[in-house]
């Protein structure tokens, strides 16, 4: 199994910076992703943002050129840098791990964009 502790979150004003931190832990493959998914109030899960243990990243639209998702990989710990936050950036944010076999979710951790 593997474990997914979340960090960062809560509340930002419109044009602000947040960041989340997810660590890993466990039975970590050394090919995997991780990344953020977020869902907002009456809407379906969407992908933010993710990053293979190889480094490859990519965006979902609505984030790209203000979101940044990075690792360190002797910590096994993603970051979502988010930037020029929106109001409609505002859910819950939930750390993913994917590997060949498995795929787990974080608890998820509010983000709030709100003037």
């Known amino acids: 199994q593997v474990q997914l502790e979340e960090s960062g979150g809560g509340l930002v004003q419109p044009g602000g910076s947040l960041r989340l931190s997810c660590a890993a832990s466990?039975?970590?493959?050394?090919?995997?992703?991780m990344g953020w998914y977020r869902q907002a109030p009456g809407k379906q899960r969407e992908l933010v943002a993710r990053?293979?243990?190889?480094?490859?990243?990519s965006y979902g639209d609505s984030v790209k050129g203000r979101f940044t998702i990075s690792r360190d990989n002797a910590a096994n710990t993603v970051y979502l840098q988010m930037s020029s936050l929106k109001l409609e950036d505002t859910g819950v944010y939930y750390c993913?791990?994917?590997?060949?076999?498995?795929?787990?979710w974080g608890q998820g951790n509010q983000v709030t964009v709100s003037s």
């Open positions: 466990g039975s970590i493959s050394s090919i995997h992703a």
């Open positions: 990053i293979t243990s190889g480094g490859s990243t």
């Open positions: 993913n791990y994917r590997d060949y076999r498995y795929e787990y």
